[in-house]
């Protein structure tokens, strides 16, 4: 029988991303997609920055599902992506951006609707 108590960590999160090297401009977001680098090779992380890219092994995801795959806040992941795409093993792309429909396409649809 298991308790209603949650397990609790045994190293801080904020620990997760002490021993990398963090570059001084940070250029990954909330939505910025991350993936594994062709050439990276997982040896030698520490446990947070091998499962993430275990983790991105199976496709890219965004720095949101990431932290929300390895239980960590959102700002420890940004740092660990932000570190280990400095390093090489990872690869960082913005989401495209979307345009916004034409207004006018907007109003010709309003009006059909409500000429139903």
């Known amino acids: ?31 910025t997609l991350v993936y594994v680098a062709p050439d990276a090779v997982a040896g030698g992380l520490d446990p947070p920055g091998s499962h993430l890219v275990a983790l991105l092994h ?9 932290a929300a795959h390895l239980g960590l806040p959102y700002c420890v992941v940004r740092l660990l992506v932000a570190g280990l795409a400095e390093a090489g093993m ?17 109003e010709l649809v309003l009006s059909g609707l409500r000429a139903l």
């Open 1 to 31: 029988m298991t308790s209603g108590r949650q397990r609790r960590r045994v190293v801080p999160d904020y620990m997760a991303a002490a021993k990398l090297a963090v570059p001084e401009h940070i250029s990954v977001e909330r939505t």
């Open 58 to 66: 199976e496709g890219p995801l965004s720095v949101y599902e990431c």
């Open 90 to 106: 990872l690869l960082t792309r913005d989401p495209p951006r979307v345009t916004a429909p034409d207004l006018e396409i907007l």
